[in-house]
C-alpha cells in the first residue's frame, strides 16, 4: 500500500505533518476530513523495493570511544556515573538543535524570574526543569554549574 505525506491544519489552528499509508489520495483526504482536520497538502512517498528495505543499516562500531565524548554536568544529584542509556541520550541530544524559539522563551522567563527577584542561580535552576531541549539544558547545566 502507498504511504502518503500529509501537512494539515486542526480546528485549533496547529499544523500538523505526517505520513499515513492509505490506497489512495481520496482515502487520505476522507480520513482527514473524518478527523476534523482540514488537509494543505498531499504527497505520496517514494516507493521502495523490498531490496532497499533489506539494505544494512549503519551501526555504532565503537560505542566506547562515544561515551568517553560525552561531557555532562549532573547537578543536585549524588548519582557521578552516568547509565548508557543517559550516555547515549545524550550523545544524539548534541545532535539536537537550538531554535530561536528556545532562545526567546529562555530569555524571556529568564526577564521575568530575574523580574520576580530570583536570583541568577535559581532562575537557571527554575528554566532547566523546564527546558525541553537536551541541547539547551545541557548548556545551561554547564552555565549553572560555572556561575
Known sequence: MPVYIYKAITKTGLVVRNRVEAPSRQAVIRGLKNSNILPISIEQAAYHS????????????????????????????????????????????????????????FTQNFYLLKKANFNNIHALNTIIQGTENLSFKGILEDILARS
Open 50 to 105: 523490498k531490496k532497499q528495505v533489506n539494505k544494512q543499516r549503519k551501526n555504532i562500531t565503537n560505542i566506547e570511544e562515544i561515551m568517553k565524548d560525552i561531557s555532562t554536568t549532573r547537578l543536585g544529584n549524588k548519582k557521578t556515573t552516568l547509565t548508557n542509556k543517559e550516555k547515549i541520550n545524550l550523545y544524539f541530544a548534541k545532535t539536537e538543535r537550538i531554535t530561536q524559539r528556545d532562545l526567546v522563551v
